[in-house]
């Protein structure tokens, strides 16, 4: 399991800073989420998460283009990014972070690899996206998404 020690951070600065929170992700089906709120207090300043594991999700509900998705794929940075911006705007927060990615074995291509994320954070001042690319299998691509996604929100809140 992952170090508790990103998502205690995250959350002392947001605390600090009283600044929220909130996720969308898709390949990781939950685990930043998972990691954000067990630290105690965390209700303080994370508001909520979405898992948009199917296109149709981040679609209706993070209001991601269909058009989007069919010309990049579902993982892309543009989507990720827009994932990342209907979550800040689905919950109202100051910032959001998403991640879609391949998480294998099966899926990836040789464009898009099993390993393969794009990982996205939004505020209103800045969107930060980042493509992302690890070795391992699915739990350990799913861990090592989240410890990346984790890095990104430290870097930009």
Known sequence: ?????????????????????????????????HLITNVSGSSDYFTGGVIA???KVKVSLLGVPSTMVRKHGAVSREVAE??????????????????TGIAGPAGGSRKKPAGMAYI????AKKT??????????????????????????????
């Open 1 to 33: 399991m992952l170090s508790m020690e990103p998502e205690r951070e995250i959350g002392r600065m947001l605390k600090k800073k009283k600044k929220t929170l909130s996720t969308a992700e898709s390949c990781t089906g939950g685990l930043a989420s």
């Open 82 to 99: 827009a994932m990342a911006k209907g979550a800040r705007k689905l919950f109202n927060t100051d910032h959001a972070a998403a991640v």
């Open 128 to 157: 930060k996206t980042k493509k992302v690319l690890f070795e391992g299998g699915r739990t350990a691509l799913k861990e090592k998404f989240v410890r990346a996604l984790l890095k990104l929100i430290l870097e930009n809140i």
């Open 53 to 55: 594991y199917s296109n």
């Open 120 to 123: 996205a954070f939004a505020s």
